[in-house]
């Protein structure tokens, strides 16, 4: 007994004496990128101008470093000035709007009660909250290229039935805008592999303007036609979803209406389609 004890014992310090590095089987790959070493300051909410302040780039690192990172990362672009000002933008969103309206966001930290499903396009002038004045939890939002509502798509179909089903929103809008530049790639032979192939959900958009309207030999007859295109999608991308099952008996049963929206960039008015 005495000698099994002080085998234990020998193995005991040996392995304390082994370097932790010649035990690890694996060890981490090497990093192409700059590493990025662990932030000792707290991860916590900070507020006050001094905190803006200190995180400025160059003067401390606070955006250019996660806040709390375990061991050493591998991170593509943490030097970007871009980023840098999305942070500080978000520094002063919680020194002024969400400090001021503490409760809301509290609430909102749990549950979200949104009235509205929101299918837009992707375009950064386009954002539904700003040109709508809704607030956080107002709008379940979906946005993509040409606000399309493709015929079969899961992305969307689970948008959509999370929206009815768990969400329980009252309205569902689509909404296009002016100057998209999907539907000026409807307009155009592209050789790119995917957007000609996203566009197929918005052609007979295309088609019934064809029909409608002569081609264009004016720039105002280009942007009247380009307009009218637009609408035309937001009616075609409501019969889409007119199609989907849950929307229909949604529909049927009174439990949600549909809307067609149109916003106009160059005077920021927000009109109704259908
Ligand atoms: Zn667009």
Redesign the pocket.
């Known amino acids: 007994m005495h000698s099994n004890l002080h085998h234990v014992v020998v193995i005991f310090i040996i392995l304390l004496s082994v370097p932790a590095g010649v035990i690890a089987a694996d060890p981490a790959p090497a990093c192409p990128y700059a590493s990025i070493q662990p932030d000792d300051r707290p991860c916590v909410i900070m507020s006050g101008w001094n905190t803006l302040l200190s995180g400025l780039p160059g003067s401390g690192g606070l955006f250019t470093t996660p806040l709390t990172v375990s061991g050493t990362v591998c991170v593509n672009g943490s030097e970007s000035p871009l980023i840098d000002q999305l942070l500080l933008g978000n520094l002063e969103f919680r020194e002024n709007a969400f400090n001021e309206d503490l409760a809301r966001y509290q609430d909102l930290a749990t549950a979200q009660y949104p009235g509205v499903l929101w299918i837009g396009?992707?375009?950064s002038r386009?954002d539904p909250e700003r040109i709508t004045g809704a607030l956080p939890g107002d709008l379940f939002v979906t946005r993509n290229?040409?606000?399309i509502v493709p015929n079969h798509d899961w992305n969307l179909a689970a948008v959509i039935e999370y929206s009815i089903n768990y969400l329980q929103v009252k309205e569902i809008v689509v909404c296009g805008?002016s100057d998209?530049?999907?539907?000026k790639a409807l307009d155009a032979d592209l050789k790119d592999p995917y957007i000609p192939l996203w566009l197929n959900d918005a052609r007979d958009a295309k088609t019934r303007i064809d029909a409608r309207i002569p081609a264009a030999t004016t720039p105002e007859e280009q942007k009247e036609r380009a307009r009218q295109l637009e609408i035309e999608n937001v009616r075609l991308q409501i019969e889409h979803l007119m199609t989907y099952p849950s929307v229909r008996e949604a529909v049927a049963d009174g439990r949600i209406q549909v809307h067609g929206l149109y916003y106009d960039l160059a005077t920021g008015t927000l009109s109704r389609v259908i």
């Open positions: 396009c992707s375009d386009a290229v040409g606000n805008h998209c530049g999907a539907m």
